[in-house]
């Protein structure tokens, strides 16, 4: 009697809503075994169905281990679009173990007409250039870079995050604990309370988060915009889970187990 197909397993970097789309639509194929991966960062992370697993890999070292210990088939980059480091070793490990890899990126923000963007290319061109620009700064580019603007004494800022950022922080501050998604009239109303006049963004191109954007372009508000990275060299990028599902059943369909 012939014994069932061995099932393929795919490890997911993740913990973004596309991620967890994306475990959610594979969970149902009996062909597959899907893991995901979150960073641990946040305290109480939104978690996607199936098997995970939460912590670091230690390094590109670390994760072809892993790959190679867990007999994985494919790997997909689902993480956040800003997380480059991760990004980097996911290339490293999977050209190391001869792992297929793809990029799961949803698509960037796209200024209209009434914005007032000014791109920045990292968090340290972000501080400059936002005091220039008004003295109350919302920041909503997470707890992790506000170190970079703790050097900023004379304006006042508007921190929004998940879990209550660390020091070393800006001296004029007040946190608002809060995950996404987020409304218009939400955020319209959050900037009138606090007389936002620069807002401060990440280009994550979520829709969860974008009502800031049409808040501040109602508002007249000036937006620093960070330019995300690109996906390392080579990786193929997909930009939504439906996407990536398809690549995933393509090339594992090209790449049998001998």
Do not use: C, Y
Request: no cysteine; hydrophobic share 45%; charged share 20%.
């Amino acid at each position: 009697m012939n014994s069932a197909p061995a099932r393929r397993h795919v490890l997911i970097l993740g913990g973004t809503t596309e991620a967890r789309r994306l475990a959610g639509e594979l969970a149902d194929d009996p062909a597959l075994r899907v893991t995901s991966s979150l960073a641990g960062r946040v305290a109480a992370p939104r978690l996607p169905v199936g098997q995970v697993r939460i912590g670091g890999f230690g390094g590109a070292e670390g994760l072809a281990r892993w790959l190679r210990e867990h007999q994985v088939d494919a790997l997909i980059d689902a993480t956040h679009p800003f997380a480059d480091t991760i990004s980097s070793h996911a290339a490293r490990a999977a050209a190391d173990v001869h792992v297929p890899l793809l990029a799961l990126r949803r698509p960037g923000w796209v200024p209209g007409p009434g914005d007032r963007w000014h791109p920045a290319g990292s968090l340290a061109d972000a501080a400059r250039l936002a005091p220039a620009l008004g003295e109350r700064i919302f920041l909503t580019t997470g707890r992790m870079g506000l170190a970079t603007f703790a050097h900023l004494t004379e304006p006042w800022f508007l921190v929004r995050s998940v879990d209550a950022p660390e020091p070393p922080v800006p001296p004029r501050m007040e946190v608002i604990l809060d995950r996404g998604p987020f409304t218009l009239d939400g955020e319209a109303e959050l900037l009138r309370r606090h007389r936002v006049e620069v807002l401060v963004t990440k280009d994550s191109g979520a829709h969860a988060t974008a009502p800031k954007l049409a808040a501040a372009r109602a508002a007249g508000i000036p937006v620093v915009v960070i330019r995300r990275p690109p996906a390392p060299q080579g990786v193929p990028v997909a930009e939504t889970p439906a996407e990536a599902a398809a690549w995933l059943r393509t090339t594992l369909a090209r790449a049998r187990r001998p």
